[in-house]
């Protein structure tokens, strides 16, 4: 197994903040119904014991109805720029 490999990727956003992975995002939103709105995601991550840094992110995300995990992940991409 090289060095590399099982570790997770990470990215940094706006003043280097490291922001969770895209995957650690959508289970912390396992079986939420979509469309969904931000304040919508917020509940599901903190009913499933998400930890700060992902509570974090969704916050940050835009105000409106994500239609499903590749939206949230687009405007996830949109934070790391």
Do not use: F
């Not at 992975?21 to 931000?38: C, E, N, R, T, V």
């Not at 919508?40 to 835009?62: H, K």
């Amino acid at each position: 197994m090289s060095r590399h490999q099982g570790k997770r990727s990470e990215r940094t956003g706006e003043g280097g903040v490291r922001l969770p992975s895209p995957i650690a995002i959508q289970k912390a939103l396992g079986g939420l119904a979509y469309p969904a709105s931000k304040p919508q995601l917020m509940e599901r991550a903190r009913a499933r014991g998400a930890d700060d840094a992902i509570l974090s992110t969704l916050d940050r995300l835009p105000e409106g109805d994500y239609v499903g995990p590749a939206a949230i992940s687009r405007a996830m991409g949109k934070l790391w720029h």
